[in-house]
């Protein structure tokens, strides 16, 4: 083998992917058809799951470090969420995709991991053993697996023939980077009466310190995806929403996205697996899909790392697709409702606006606004822990709870799962397991629970469940046979 993994795409997922895989000691490939990294903004944003995963890797403070990223508000369709910002520990900030793709690059360099730019991938073949990736410039790369997280034309699903249904784009809206001129306090998604419609968004500032935002502009009559955005089509969808008060300063760049919603079928396809935009796209509303391929990311990687190093038990990799698909379906129910909420199109239909005047009393529920914001920030997901008992912490991430002078999460930067102990009752157990799990929290006041190492709570409560979670996500336990029987140690 060249490398134990291959990954196409050095995107926010690509690259999560990567240090997960750099923290677990297997080597990889970071490859990208790009010749340099893209300047342009995407997303806009990090939801609390995904600070919280980067937190857990000790790489949150030092992102953060790099400039000036508020706590922000969310929104659903276009109505704002509270800034509930004591009920989540890390809530959303406004940190965009260039910057996220900046950090990750220079970090992984400084640990010896280079982006191979200018590789476009052509080829592809696996057997039992690995895959083969042919690149362009008749490259060739030998890997146990790949990772495909090239985005949403991906090459690699297309080589795959991987089904990849769900609805075609049927509208348009234009997403730019702009400076703008009195957009101070102005609503962040208005209306004209004709349909026309804009969101605005902070991006922070460019070099020279001025303010740069996120502009989207929608309305009837958007032509196709082909078509190149101009100014003066900027400024007059700014002028039917705002008049003369607002105006375009500068255009950085302009593209057309489509409200096409689609999502692989099956995330893994041998030892290929689908991540990021590969896997799903939708309508880039709330950052989700940024967000959601660097949680698939941080779910794979320490999977992919125990299948390299030999104790991952037989099912560990299908658990990717069981629990990353219905985390995405969700993903694409909720954008595609939102979409139906705020008009997307601007066909400003009666019946559209009475419902989302409906909806907008709803939100004032402060029940309402919790269900949303965690619907979004993927707080809400809760993986399936067969033979585990009902817990209302399986499933779940973990709560940062504090261990004497160290939280959780920094106990998961090592990238191994977490055993809490207060009492010292698994000790004996756990020492099966300590060359793949740290046994921690004696003495603490915490309930005794196991943490995947990406953060998941796999066990809590019944102290006969605990050495079955153990075999079921980190392998037969040292000095155990078949079925976790225990034999004669050395």
Same mark, same amino acid.
């Given at each position: ?23 677990? $000691? ?38 953060? %470090? ?31 995709? =260039? ?25 592809? /073949? ?46 348009? =809206? ?12 102005? %609503? ?5 009466? *004709? ?99 660097? #949680? ?11 299948? =390299?190093?030999? !104790? ?14 219905? %985390? ?9 409702? #939102?979409?139906?909420?705020?008009? !997307? ?43 585990? *008992? *009902? ?48 046994? /921690?929290?004696?003495? %603490? ?9 990406? $953060?998941?709570?796999? !066990? ?12 079921? !996500? ?6 155990? $046979? ?9």
């Amino acid at each position: 083998m060249d490398t134990d993994v291959l990954i196409a795409g050095a995107g926010p997922t690509g690259m999560t992917v990567a240090n997960e895989l750099r923290l677990a $000691g297997v080597s990889t490939v970071l490859a990208d058809q790009l010749s340099q990294r893209s300047e342009l903004s995407r997303a806009g944003g990090v939801q609390s799951r995904t600070l919280e995963a980067l937190d857990q890797r000790g790489l949150l403070e030092p992102l953060l %470090a790099t400039g000036n990223y508020p706590a922000a508000t969310g929104h659903f369709a276009g109505i704002a969420l509270s800034a509930d910002h004591a009920r989540q520990r890390l809530p959303w900030r406004s940190v965009p995709q =260039v910057k996220i793709e900046e950090f990750f690059e220079h970090h992984l360099a400084a640990h010896g991991i280079h982006v191979r730019r200018d590789h476009q991938l052509t080829g592809l /073949a696996q057997d039992e053993h690995g895959v083969t990736a042919t690149f362009a410039h008749g490259a060739t790369i030998r890997c146990r697996y790949l990772v495909a997280a090239d985005g949403a034309h991906s090459t690699v699903r297309s080589l795959l023939r991987a089904e990849f249904p769900g609805r075609p784009g049927t509208a348009t =809206v234009i997403a730019a980077d702009v400076r703008l001129s009195g957009a101070e306090g102005v %609503a962040s998604h208005t209306w004209s009466d *004709d349909g026309q419609w804009v969101a605005l968004f902070p991006l922070g500032t460019d070099p020279q310190g001025r303010p740069l935002r996120r502009l989207v502009l929608g309305g009837p009559g958007a032509p196709s995806r082909d078509v190149p955005v101009t100014e003066d089509e900027i400024r007059e969808g700014l002028r039917a929403v705002f008049g003369t008060g607002v105006r375009l300063l500068e255009l950085r760049y302009g593209r057309r996205i489509s409200n096409a919603a689609r999502q692989a079928a099956r995330y893994r396809h041998g030892r290929v697996f689908l991540a990021g935009d590969a896997a799903h796209v939708h309508l880039p509303l709330g950052a989700q899909g940024m967000n959601t391929g660097m #949680q698939d990311a941080f779910n794979l990687g320490w999977k992919l790392g125990a299948a =390299v190093h030999g !104790w991952a038990p037989e099912d560990l990799l299908d658990t990717y697709h069981t629990e990353r698909h219905p %985390a995405g379906a969700a993903v694409l129910r909720n954008v595609m409702a #939102q979409s139906l909420l705020m008009d !997307w199109t601007g066909a400003r239909e009666p019946e559209t606006a009475a419902v989302r005047e409906i909806f907008s009393d709803l939100v004032r529920l402060p029940n309402v606004q919790h269900y949303l914001a965690d619907l979004q920030s993927g707080m809400a997901i809760r993986y399936p822990m067969p033979g585990t *008992d *009902d817990h209302p912490l399986v499933g779940r991430p973990s709560p940062d709870l504090g261990l004497g002078p160290v939280r959780v999460h920094e106990l998961l930067r090592s990238g191994r799962g977490v055993l809490l102990d207060p009492d010292g009752t698994f000790a004996k157990v756990a020492d099966l397991w300590s060359d793949r799990v740290d046994r /921690a929290g004696q003495g %603490a006041d915490v309930e005794p629970m196991l943490i995947r190492p990406d $953060g998941y709570v796999v !066990w809590a409560g019944h102290a006969d469940d605990l050495e079955p979670a153990l075999t079921r !996500w980190f392998g037969e336990g040292r000095g155990t $046979g078949p079925r976790g029987l225990r034999v004669s140690r050395p």
